[in-house]
């Protein structure tokens, strides 16, 4: 039998090539490519027949290789990148289809996969395809303009990152600037984009620019663009996609287009104390991280899947927790009114399990939003990897001391960055009813006093109660309690690593996990 491997072998050096592609081009007996493709894996070659055509043959490319393959030799055709991508391996197959061919026929047929130029262009630019994208070819050769305008309209439309193969050639000029016309018409002119001209190829160029300069540099032949979707930045030089829309709006750091968030852990991500908490003493009007996180709104997204909602990348949704008054933890009938009017008829209100409502509000303007929130009179605070106080009504504010002194940690703590999403719970008297000592950290106020409760679990496969590591802490003193076990929390906790965990593993604040082992198994999840 005849035999096709149908060869991509990569953007066009020796160190991004397949192990197998290599060993399929030394065992053919004749090598079938574009004269640019043979130049390429010329130094493979060991004696083997080489047809070499013109770019545009392809059809008769593939004719010759299926004609020779049936008079029993090893034909190898060779493509850039990825022999099924804009390649070689789908005409093979049509010329055999035509013929009456079928799998197991003479000749047999191999497609060895290749990287593909978009991988190897995202390599260079940093990691812009990591949230779904689309790939457009912009030649119109083979396909209606129509077509591809289309193509390029829904795919902006749907937020994909665009990666556009065969930009521009000596003749096709036209294509990519119609391609800029309509992308700008659902992108944002400050949207990062990449154009990548012979990647690992001598003559290599990686270029990092806007959307609104990408016709101002070269493109040509040899070139691929990749264009970020709405999430994507520019980051020292780095193309970046995030890889899902979580990053969420938190009130904290500066997050200018074009710049990451500072982690949540981060010195730069400290914020000022009390802000953000709804406290009497802020009502004067919007808190400074605020005002400082207005200019965060443009790159805050997230899709709604749960509405069915279509995602509007010019609108995002600004998310923020709502907690009721102290201390009596009751919502009046016109806050409840208020938050409806201000949430609209477009966004939503969720019970959270932590004893809040979060609010979505598509295209919530924040500052706007804090104000009439603060206004309402309830307690307003940022979500993400941040500390929220919850804490008991206090009997409908009966505790009206512990409240006192709840509130006054609400405003201290509320909303401090930490390495994950943290809850510190406050139960106004022993009964504890709602359970602070099963939280990772609980304040306990009995009889004039704190009781500390630190490590506990609330849920996964082994939940538990944390351990009390003290009693009779002072009021006044419980600030300093709590700040010391955070510091060490903030400055030794690895990302994402969960308070409980962090605790047993190293202690904090001076206080030590010496509780029952009950950590079992591996945790689900994202536990
Ligand atoms: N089969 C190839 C695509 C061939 S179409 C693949 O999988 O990548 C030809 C187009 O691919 C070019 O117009 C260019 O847009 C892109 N391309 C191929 N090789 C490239 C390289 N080394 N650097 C940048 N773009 C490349």
């Known amino acids: 039998m005849g035999r096709i491997v149908v060869v991509g072998f990569g953007p066009g050096n020796e160190d991004h090539m397949t192990y197998r592609a290599r060993r399929a081009i030394e065992e053919s007996d004749m090598i079938i490519g574009y004269k640019t493709y043979i130049d390429l894996v010329r130094d493979l070659l060991d004696g083997q027949e080489i047809i070499r055509t013109g770019m545009t043959e392809e059809v008769t490319r593939a004719q010759a290789a299926v004609r020779h393959a049936r008079s029993g030799r090893t034909v190898a055709v060779v493509s850039s990148g990825d022999a099924g991508i804009y390649g070689m391996a789908g005409l093979i197959y049509e010329v055999l289809m035509e013929q009456g061919w079928k799998p197991g026929d003479d000749p047999e047929v191999e497609v060895v996969p290749g990287v593909p130029a978009l991988n190897a262009a995202a390599s260079l630019l940093g990691a812009p395809l990591m949230h779904d994208f689309a790939a457009i070819s912009l030649s119109d050769h083979l396909t209606p303009w129509d077509v591809i305008a289309r193509r390029v309209e829904e795919a902006a439309r749907a937020d994909f990152v665009i990666v556009l193969y065969n930009p521009k050639s000596g003749r096709r000029t036209r294509q990519i600037v119609e391609t800029h016309r309509i992308l700008l018409q659902y992108r944002r002119p400050d949207t990062p984009v990449g154009i990548v001209k012979s990647a690992y190829r001598s003559g290599q160029r990686v270029v990092r620019t806007t959307l609104e300069d990408l016709l101002n540099h070269e493109i040509g032949m040899l070139t691929t663009v990749i264009v970020g979707n709405s999430s994507t930045v520019l980051y020292e030089g780095l193309m970046v996609t995030p890889r899902g829309y979580q990053r969420k709006y938190t009130l904290t750091g500066v997050n200018e287009r074009g710049r990451l968030d500072p982690m949540p852990w981060s010195l730069n991500a400290a914020r000022p104390s009390g802000a953000g908490t709804g406290s009497p003493e802020s009502r004067g009007g919007p808190s400074p991280a605020f005002r400082i996180g207005t200019a965060a709104l443009p790159a805050v997204v997230e899709v709604d899947h749960s509405s069915g909602q279509s995602f509007d990348p010019a609108r995002p949704v600004l998310e923020v927790a709502v907690r009721p008054p102290l201390p009596d933890g009751r919502f009046s009938a016109a806050q409840w009114a208020g938050i409806a009017d201000l949430v609209g008829p477009e966004g939503h209100i969720q019970w959270s399990p932590n004893h809040e409502l979060i609010l979505r509000i598509p295209g919530g303007d924040p ?10 009179g309830v307690r307003v605070g940022p979500t993400g990897e941040v500390l929220r106080i919850a804490t008991c009504d206090f009997c409908e504010g009966e505790k009206e001391e512990a409240a006192d002194w709840a509130r006054k940690l609400a405003e201290r703590f509320d909303g401090r960055p930490v390495p994950h999403e943290l809850t510190v719970a406050i139960n106004g008297c022993g009964m504890a009813c709602y359970g602070a000592a099963t939280e990772e950290i609980g304040l306990v106020f009995r009889r004039g006093a704190f009781e500390v409760y630190l490590g506990g ?18 009021p006044e003193a419980i600030g300093e309690v709590l700040d010391a076990i955070l510091k060490d929390y903030v400055e030794h906790g690895a990302p994402k690593e969960r308070f409980h965990k962090f ?13 029952p082992a009950v950590e079992t198994g591996e945790p689900v999840c994202g536990e």
């Open 457 to 474: 679990k609330k849920g996964g496969r082994s939940p538990h109660p944390g351990v009390k590591v003290a009693e009779g802490v002072a």
């Open 503 to 515: 605790f047993k593993r190293r202690g904090a604040g001076g206080y030590r996990w010496d509780g």
């Open 367 to 376: 500052v706007q939003v804090e104000a009439s929130l603060i206004a309402l």
